[in-house]
């Protein structure tokens, strides 16, 4: 079933944050919270710094009515500048890729595409977008191919 979800950035205290929000909405998450520290090594792709390895690259809570708050850790070291505004995302989850694509090219038209869509190492398909409007957007599909 498709959802929507709020997706938060913060600089390095993601973890602070959502053991804040569970206290706040006496709630546990979804499932361990995934570390940087938990990716692959990537071709090509630089080595991931010591003191970002510990730092949360995805969290889920729920919060009310189903809603889920999702967030991560967006260090420096990684390319990110978190700046009041952009930290966050409105996270679509889309039941097919067909969907997934549809809504991302119609929101990322004359905006900005963060990352084109594709398949992600945890096995879905990602990507996430700017619309022309300072929207921030994140797609994730379960579908397989």
Known sequence: MSTVSTYLNFTRDTEAAFDFYKTVFNTEYIHPPMRFGDIPAQ???????????????????????????????????????????????????PDTREETKRLFDALAAGGLVEQDLQDMFWGDYYGSCKDKFGVQWMFNCTEKK
């Open 43 to 93: 071709e090509g792709a630089p080595e991931i710094p010591e003191s970002d390895r510990k730092l949360i690259m995805h969290a889920e809570l729920p919060i009310l009515g189903g809603h889920m708050l999702m967030g991560t850790d967006a260090p420096e070291s990684m390319g990110f500048t978190l700046h009041q505004g952009n930290n966050v995302y409105i996270m679509l989850q």
